[in-house]
C-alpha cells in the first residue's frame, strides 16, 4: 500500500494567496483527517470526515480554512486568503472505522510545509 | 474536561540505557490509547496502542506501555534505546474525543 500521499510536500506563498493543499487517503479507510502542527501550538485537529462527511470541523481556525472531500479518494484543505501565521506543516490521516477518531489508530501522510510570507 | 498529558517536554538517555516516557490522562472511563513517533520532517507512526483488557501492551520497534488505571497513566517503555529512536514521542488517545500531548523530545546520546 501506497500509504497517505500528501501533495504539494512544500508550499511557499505569499500572503493573501490562496493556497489548496491535497490528500490521498489509505484506499478503505473511511475516515480521514487534517491536522495542524507547529512549535507553539504543537500538533491541532482542524477537521475530520467520516464516510467522505465532515463530522467535526470545530478545529479550523477561521472561516479562511475550508476543507472538502468530494470522494473516499480525495479531499482538499484550502485557505483563502493565506497569511503568515498560516504557517506549519499540515498532515492527512486516515482510519478505518466508524466509532469516532479517538478509536481507531490512524496513519499520517508525510506532512505539506506550509510557508506564507 | 478529557485531557492527555505528557509531562517530559525533553528527555536525554544514553544509548543502551533504558527509557520510559510518561503519559497521564484524564478520563472517567477506559480510554483508548495510542503511542506515536515521529522522525525529523516524516509523519506520526503508531508503535501501539491499548483499548482494554491485557494492560501491557507491545507495539513496534522493542516498545512497551503499561496501562494503570489507578495511577491514570499509559507509560511508554524499552529496555535499550538505541540511536535511532532518537525523535518525538506522542501520547494521545480519549474516551470521546481524541487528545493529542504536546510530545517529549528523545535524545539519545552515544
Known amino acids: 500500500d501506497a500509504g497517505v500521499i500528501q501533495s504539494p510536500r512544500h508550499e511557499v506563498t505569499e500572503m493573501g494567496q490562496e493556497v489548496t493543499l491535497r490528500c490521498k487517503p489509505i484506499?478503505?479507510?473511511?475516515?480521514l483527517f487534517w491536522y495542524r502542527q507547529t512549535m507553539m501550538r504543537g500538533l491541532e485537529l482542524l477537521i475530520y470526515?467520516?464516510?467522505?462527511?465532515?463530522?467535526?470541523d470545530s478545529g479550523m481556525p477561521e472561516d479562511r480554512f475550508s476543507a472538502k472531500m468530494p470522494n473516499a479518494s480525495f479531499s482538499t484543505l484550502k485557505i483563502q486568503p493565506s497569511e503568515p501565521r498560516d504557517s506549519a506543516v499540515y498532515f492527512c490521516?486516515?482510519?478505518?472505522?466508524?466509532?469516532?477518531?479517538?478509536?481507531?489508530?490512524?496513519?499520517f501522510g508525510p506532512g505539506t510545509r506550509l510557508t506564507v510570507t | 474536561a478529557q485531557s492527555v498529558t505528557q509531562p517530559d517536554i525533553h528527555i536525554t538517555v544514553s544509548e543502551g540505557a533504558s527509557l520510559e516516557l510518561r503519559c497521564n490522562y484524564s478520563y472517567g472511563a477506559t480510554p483508548y490509547l495510542f503511542w506515536y513517533v515521529q522522525s525529523p520532517g516524516q509523519g506520526l507512526q503508531l508503535l501501539l496502542k491499548y483499548f482494554s483488557g491485557d494492560t501491557l501492551v507491545q507495539g513496534i520497534k522493542g516498545f512497551e506501555a503499561e496501562f494503570k488505571r489507578s495511577q491514570s497513566s499509559f507509560n511508554l517503555r524499552k529496555p535499550s534505546v538505541h540511536w535511532s529512536d532518537a525523535a518525538e514521542y506522542f501520547c494521545t488517545g480519549g474516551g470521546n474525543k481524541l487528545t493529542f500531548g504536546t510530545g517529549t523530545q528523545l535524545k539519545v546520546e552515544l
Open positions: 484506499s478503505g479507510h473511511n475516515s
Open positions: 490521516a486516515s482510519s478505518q472505522g466508524n466509532r469516532g477518531p479517538h478509536s481507531y489508530e490512524q496513519y
Open positions: 470526515f467520516n464516510n467522505n462527511v465532515p463530522i467535526d
